[in-house]
Nanobody
């Protein structure tokens, strides 16, 4: 069982930055894949970025150059640094993990981008 707890969401103005954190209850060294997804009202959940066990990363085209996913293997935490936020980035951002064939989700954290 892996528990994922997100934090760092909030209200930010367009062009601003936020850093989301996802703290895992297990060693992320044992987790094959961790990622961030987002879901805006009335839209399907979509992948934002993920990081695999060897450190490789993948990004959705709509965040390339603006968002960075990283991890701290000592603190078992994955981060999503978001810059140049746009109103269309507003959504609930959820952390996801794949470990030993089982998928886990966090509760999500709300990101609101508005002036």
């Amino acid at each position: 069982q892996v528990q994922l707890v997100e934090s760092g969401g909030g209200l930010v103005q367009p062009g601003g930055s936020l850093r989301l954190s996802c703290a895992a209850s297990a060693s992320i060294a044992d987790i094959l894949l961790m990622g961030w997804y987002r879901q805006a009202p009335g839209k399907q959940r979509e992948l934002v970025a993920n990081i695999i066990r060897n450190g490789g990363t993948n990004y959705a085209d709509f965040v390339k150059g603006r968002f960075t996913i990283s991890r701290d293997t000592v603190k078992n935490t994955v981060f999503l640094q978001m810059h140049s936020l746009k109103p269309e980035d507003a959504a609930v951002y959820s952390c996801n993990a794949h470990r030993y064939g089982i998928e886990y989700w966090g509760q999500g954290t709300q990101v609101t981008v508005s002036s």
